[in-house]
């Protein structure tokens, strides 16, 4: 084990999120009483790099997606008050780059899942109201909506997982009606993608598309 339990305070009852970011090891925490919390290893320290729910918000429980893209880290935040944050990181101070919700969405509770693709970033939402969304970041401040909610589904609520994988996204969502999908984009560079330009490769895992990764060359999904 190299971390104290809980990183000293059995709040952060989860270790939820992981990323490598300029050569350090960074964990983000599940803590639903001061909010969520980031932490960076060097390989013999750890240090608490935010402000517990990044601003001293509590309802940020979670720091429940990472990602490195363009020289930053950007970690996705689990709000059930006013909707999902994301926060970049570039090694002193952390901005937050969306509205909460992405367009001010209470119903996007959740930033579950990211993955850069075509040199873009997206992240998948959880929204019980009007679906699971898929979103791309134009920056500063901008995302764009590049999926039909749900992906036609009202079932898939979840975007609960991403991946990279022979020069295309891959998504697994959570459908608790029909079983788990995972789905494929492929774009060129620069156009905006639509909902044709995805493709339902898998259905019904059970529950979830709780994890996709690659390796040896072979996507997985389960």
Known sequence: QVNLDGFGDAN??????????????????????????????????????????????????????????????????????????????DGSNWTQVNLDGFVGDAHNTMALSMAVYNNRLYVGTRNDSTWAEVRRYDGPSTWTQVNVNGFGDPNNMWALSMAVYNNRLYVGTANGNTGAEVWEMYIPPSPIPTLSQWGMIIFSLLLAGTAIFVLRRRLYAG
Do not use: C, K, P
């Open 12 to 89: 952060n009852i989860w270790a939820f999120s992981m990323a490598v970011y300029d050569d350090d090891l960074y964990v983000g925490t599940r803590n639903t009483n001061t909010g969520a919390e980031v932490w960076e290893y060097d390989g013999s320290n750890w240090t608490q790099v935010n402000l517990d729910g990044f601003v001293g918000d509590a309802h940020n429980t979670i720091a429940f997606s990472m990602a490195v893209y363009n020289n930053r880290l950007y970690v996705g935040t689990a709000n059930g008050n006013t909707g999902a944050e994301v926060w970049e990181y």
